[in-house]
């Protein structure tokens, strides 16, 4: 089993930018493919992007495309969600999931795919 905890989270200016975190224990990152969702109020939980367990495959959705970047450091147990050119409509709970049922080079889309969740970080943008 393992642990997830998300950080970095906070209120920015539209046209900024955040880093969110995600530390894992309990078991070796490198054993999941991981994945980032986002869930603004009244609304469903979405995908944001995900990165296959050796961090050399990722995808992202397309309101995200080119502005987050998803990377993983194995060594550090961390998942991280760089986030550019920040505007409203990214405002939401941010979550970082594990999921162990995949190939080795492939990531994961379906919420209901992943094994593991973090309790979430908030990110606020101001317009």
């Known amino acids: 089993q393992v642990q997830l905890v998300e950080s970095g989270g906070g209120l920015v200016q539209a046209g900024g930018s955040l880093r969110l975190s995600c530390a894992a224990s309990?078991?070796?990152?490198?054993?999941?493919?991981m994945g980032w969702f986002r869930q603004a109020p009244g609304k469903e939980r979405e995908f944001v992007a995900a990165?296959?367990?050796?961090?050399?495959?990722?995808n992202y959705d397309d309101s995200v495309k080119d502005r987050f970047t998803i990377s993983r450091d194995n060594a550090k147990n961390t998942v991280y969600l760089q986030m550019n050119s920040l505007n409203p409509e990214d405002t939401a709970a941010y979550y970082c999931?594990?999921?162990?049922?995949?190939?080795?080079?492939?990531?994961?889309?379906?919420?209901?795919?992943?094994?593991?969740w973090g309790q979430g970080t908030q990110v606020t943008v101001s317009s």
């Open positions: 999931a594990a999921g162990a049922r995949v190939l080795p080079f492939s990531t994961i889309m379906k919420a209901d795919e992943y094994d593991y």
């Open positions: 309990g078991r070796t990152l490198s054993m999941y493919a």
């Open positions: 990165i296959s367990r050796s961090g050399t495959m990722t």
